[in-house]
């Protein structure tokens, strides 16, 4: 039995859950790699509605839900081609939707909007990012990572680069890995885009050993994990704002080169220019197998929501 009927933050993520889904993806992986996958989700269908531009976390949902048997319905572009353009509220979107999908897998640029979906769904919402709120489906993948990269989720020393306060993948990853016992956070960002204040109190009132410092390079050198974040241009009200800071920190081979042998460099994707593409064959750049990482923890996900 799977306890959740929604994931909407990463806070109901136990380090039990976690297990009990990194057990699973291991093994849907495993199976998928000898083409030997049950068709256990046959017969339903997973609606994905997306307010916001995605490819990462929309395919792989999309393809997690194929490789399971089932099928999807797809709103790519909910803001502009959905009934929102009427005036539809999400409540009532998602009453509809919920009559003709057994799951609903949403990404709003308002925070709080997958919270008000699953508040009117019968069927499981799952949020694949609400603004600047929460990305939990994005710290799954991610935490997996760390795991298939470093063997432990505890003891990490963890480096967040790029811009930390809307950066919504790190808000769901912190909570996350403050579960652990020994974690060490260093926040790397322009003072314009520090943390929330929120998150930092959870943090520290964990007991996390947590340190905002500006310099990238004089930072890397302990890290297991270096985890660079884009700047969200589509956040700023301002351009000139976004442009003064989006290329505050860049990760390239010269920084790389200070990484310790074990370390690992991550990005939830799409990057621009904060890590240069030369670091891609690095073998410590484990962005790639993040994204396909992605892949398994949302077939565990979806078989354990459905299943
Ligand atoms: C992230 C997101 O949408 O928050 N992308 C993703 O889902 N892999 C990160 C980003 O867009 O910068």
Redesign the pocket.
Known sequence: MFELKHLISASQLSPALLQQLFTLADQLQTQDKARTLEPALRGRILATLFY??????RLSFEAAMQKLGGSVLSVENARDSSSAVKGETIADTVRVVSGYADAIVI?HFEEGTAAAAAAASPVPVIN??DGAGE?PT?AL?DTYTILRELGRLDNLRVVLVG?LLY???IHSLLPLLAQFPGLHVELVSPPALRLPGTILDQLTTRGVDVHETASLDETVQDADVVYV??V?GERFAFAAEYEAVKDAYVLNLKTAERLKQGAVIMH???RLNEIAPEVDLDPRAAYFRQ?RN?LYVRMALLSSLLG
Do not use: I, V
């Open positions: 916001e531009p995605s490819t990462r976390t990404r694949a990012g990305h994005q993948a811009d950066g919504r993948t974040t884009r969200q939830a994707l799409p994204a992605g």
